[in-house]
C-alpha cells in the first residue's frame, strides 16, 4: 500500500502547542502514513519552548521570524520557503492550523502545488473583518482554500454549513489544545522543571493571583496603554492581589508594558513562560486576564475565570456558559469586572465551572482516523 504523504506546517507559539498532538497522532501510523513536519518559525523563541516540551523535531526549518517583522515581508517568505519543500515532498495532504500568517500562505502555497489542505481549527468566525485583526480574514481565506475543514466544535461546523461548505467535507472533532493541555497535565505529574521551581520562588501564593497576557494587533497603541492604565491601579488598590504577566516578545508589546509596569510592587512582569510552566501558573491564578484565543480554551478546563480583553470573540461556547467575559480595553471596564470578581464570592462562583466545550482530548485521534 501506498502511504499517505503528511504536511504539518506551522510557525507560532499557538499553533505548535495545538499542532503537536497531531504530529504525534500521525507518526504512531508509519505504515499508514509518511509525515513530515515543516516550521516556518513565525516565531522563534517562543516555537523552540513549545517544540522542545513536546519533543517535536521538524523536518524542515525555514527560520524566517525577524525582529519587527510585517505581515506584507512574512507572507511573501512563507510562500516562497515553502516552493522548494512542496515540490520535493509533494505531500498529499497539507495541514495547517487556525488563523496565522503561516496558516494563510501556506495554504495558498499547498494551493499552487495542488496538495489537499486540511485546515485544523477550521469554522471560528466573528464575521468582523478587523477584529480579529488578521485573524479573522486570515481563516476565512484559508477556509476558502481548505479541501478538508476540522471543525473543534458544532458551532464550528454549523459557521462552515452556512458558508455553503459541503456536510462531507466538514469533520467535528474537539479542539486539540485540550488534547495538549491533557498531555502537558499528565506529564506535570513526574515532572521536575525548572522554570516552575524558579516560579514558584517568585510568586506570593497567599496573595491572589491575575494572570495577564496580551498581543492582538487591534490593542496595539491605545488599547494597551488603556490596560497597563487598568493593571496599575488595581495593584495600587489591592494589596492582597499579585499580578503576574508574562510579556509577549512582540516590541509593540513588550514597550508599552515595560514603559508603564515595570517597578510595581505587586506586579511582576516576566519572559513568556515554557507550556508547562504556564499551565501551573493558570492552576495557582484566581481571574485570568487575556486576548488569547488559547487561553480562552483552556481556562474552562482548568475552572478559571476569564475576563477577555477583545470587543468580539470566534470562541462563543465558555461566553455562553458564563465562564469567560469580554471586557474590551476599556480602562473603567477592566478594573471594574475584576474587583468585582474579587470582592463578590458568589459572582466569582459563577464563573468558575469546569467543564470542556472545546473537547475531550481526542481530536487528534479523530483527525488521523478520518484520514486512514
Ligand atoms: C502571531 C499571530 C497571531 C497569534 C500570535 C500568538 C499573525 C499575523 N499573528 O502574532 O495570530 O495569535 O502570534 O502569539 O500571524 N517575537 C520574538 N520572539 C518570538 C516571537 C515573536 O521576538 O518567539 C517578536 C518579533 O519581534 C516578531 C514580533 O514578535 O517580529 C511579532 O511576531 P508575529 O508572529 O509577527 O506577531 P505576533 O504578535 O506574535
Ligand atoms: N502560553 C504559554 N506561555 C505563555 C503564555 C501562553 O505556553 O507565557 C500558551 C497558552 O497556554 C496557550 C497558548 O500559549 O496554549 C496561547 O498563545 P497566544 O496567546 O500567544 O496565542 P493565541 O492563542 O491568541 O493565538
Known amino acids: 500500500m501506498m502511504r499517505k504523504k503528511i504536511l ?12 503537536a498532538p497531531l504530529v504525534k497522532e500521525f507518526k504512531k501510523y508509519t505504515d499508514a502514513f509518511l509525515t513530515k ?9 517562543m516555537l523552540d519552548q513549545v517544540m522542545d516540551f513536546f519533543e517535536l523535531t521538524p523536518d524542515y526549518d525555514l527560520n524566517l521570524m525577524r525582529p519587527g517583522q510585517n505581515l506584507y515581508q512574512l507572507t511573501a517568505d512563507v510562500i516562497l520557503g515553502l516552493k522548494p519543500i512542496l515540490e520535493d515532498f509533494c505531500p498529499d495532504y497539507v495541514f495547517v492550523h487556525g488563523d496565522t500568517t ?18 485544523i481549527e477550521a469554522g471560528l468566525r466573528t464575521y468582523n473583518k478587523y477584529s480579529p485583526f488578521p485573524e479573522e480574514m486570515n481563516r476565512q481565506i484559508t477556509g476558502r482554500l481548505t479541501d478538508i475543514h476540522f471543525a473543534p466544535t458544532e458551532g464550528a461546523k454549523q459557521n462552515l454549513l452556512k458558508e455553503n461548505v459541503e456536510d462531507d467535507k466538514i469533520v467535528v472533532t474537539g479542539n486539540t489544545v485540550i488534547d495538549a493541555l491533557f498531555y502537558a497535565t499528565e506529564k506535570l505529574k513526574n515532572y521536575s522543571d525548572d522554570e516552575i521551581r524558579k516560579l514558584s520562588g517568585m510568586i506570593d501564593l497567599s496573595k491572589q493571583i491575575i494572570l495577564v497576557t496580551g498581543h492582538r494587533r487591534e490593542n496595539f497603541g491605545e488599547g494597551f496603554k488603556n490596560i497597563c492604565a487598568a ?22 508589546v513588550q514597550d508599552p508594558v515595560n514603559k508603564f509596569l515595570s517597578n ?29 484565543g488559547g487561553i480562552q480554551e483552556e481556562a474552562p478546563s482548568l475552572g478559571k475565570p476569564v475576563l477577555v480583553m477583545r470587543n468580539t470573540t470566534e470562541r462563543p461556547e465558555a461566553l455562553t456558559a458564563g465562564t469567560v467575559k469580554l471586557v474590551g480595553t ?19 462562583k459563577s464563573m468558575q465551572k469546569v467543564y470542556n466545550p472545546y473537547g475531550d482530548g481526542k481530536a487528534a485521534q479523530r483527525i488521523v482516523d478520518s484520514l486512514k
Not at 504539518?8 to 499542532?19: N, S
Not at 494563510?104 to 502545488?113: C, I, K, P, V
Not at 510595581?264 to 488569547?292: C, G, H, R, V
Open 102 to 119: 503561516t496558516s494563510t500562505a501556506s495554504a495558498l502555497a499547498a494551493f499552487y502545488n495542488r496538495s489537499h489542505i486540511c485546515h
Open 330 to 348: 476599556d480602562t473603567e471596564k477592566i478594573i471594574r469586572e475584576i474587583t468585582l470578581l474579587l470582592e463578590d464570592k458568589e459572582y466569582y
Open 264 to 292: 510595581i510592587n505587586n506586579i511582576k512582569l516576566i519572559s513568556p513562560l515554557a507550556y508547562p510552566a504556564f499551565i501551573w501558573l493558570m492552576n495557582q491564578s484566581k481571574i485570568i486576564l487575556t486576548d488569547s
Open 8 to 19: 504539518l506546517v506551522f510557525g507560532t507559539r499557538p499553533e505548535a502547542i495545538k499542532m
Open 231 to 252: 493593571l496599575s491601579e488595581i495593584a495600587k488598590n489591592k494589596e492582597d492581589v499579585q499580578i503576574i504577566y508574562p510579556v509577549h516578545l512582540n516590541p509593540n
Open 37 to 45: 513536519v515543516c516550521i516556518t518559525a513565525q516565531h522563534r523563541e
